[in-house]
């Protein structure tokens, strides 16, 4: 790199590193996406020094207090473009280093990283940092209730599980309606998801995880039970 990040350069670098690994590391994701086939380790190690770079451009220009968007969105829009699944992997890394720069009017850019090349690993990558988020700016919440609507199981998967690791923060209302707007699917990633948010809240408040799965026992599938419960003892009639 020189004095600026160049991402041509990172593109470029990503590349070089084609290895025999590409096969398996698509067939690992049900051959949802090709791979380079750079793993993750090296993937972060080639990524670090432009990462480096773009947080001291961040810095200054949030210092600054410039206009400008401080995230770089032209180039997560160009790297989530190119169809090799490491790319997609760097903008969710940049995203999760960059998460203190998001604003609110960044939701729907983020919901369409969620919604296109949608598979579990981008996704769970993405929900910390919408966590975050929509932690920071409460008004958003609704927006997660408004998700757990939709048609879209990726966006379902993301209004649970976005609370993941809140523990006593955690919006039990919001958690609640979530969950209920998800209720008597039969779709795996929705229905793993669901156990697994109630599973995490469980280290919390067991209680009151035992409580939401009885009362809503008809609605809640055999595998959300499972994973929910999977700390504790609780039988399903």
Partial sequence: MKDSVNTDYLMEEMYDHRSEDAEAMAKYQRNQFPFIGIKSQLRRDIFKPYLKEMKRVAKVQAKDNTDMDIIDWAFVKAFWDLPEREFQYIVCDYLKEMKKYLQPDDLPRLKTLIVQKSWWDSVDALVKTIGYLVHKNPDLKS??????????????????????????????????????????????????AMGWILRDYAKTDQTWVEKFLKSHEKGISNLTWKEASKHFFLEKT
């Avoid at 209730?145 to 919001?174: C, F, P, Y």
């Avoid at 969950?179 to 699917?185: D, I, K, P, S, V």
């Fill in 143 to 192: 927006e997660m209730a408004v998700w757990s609507s939709s048609d879209n199981i990726w966006l379902k998967r993301t209004s649970m599980i976005h609370q993941l690791g809140m523990k006593e923060e955690t919006d039990v209302d919001l958690l609640a309606k979530t969950c209920e707007n998800c209720l008597y699917m039969r779709e795996f990633f929705v229905n793993k």
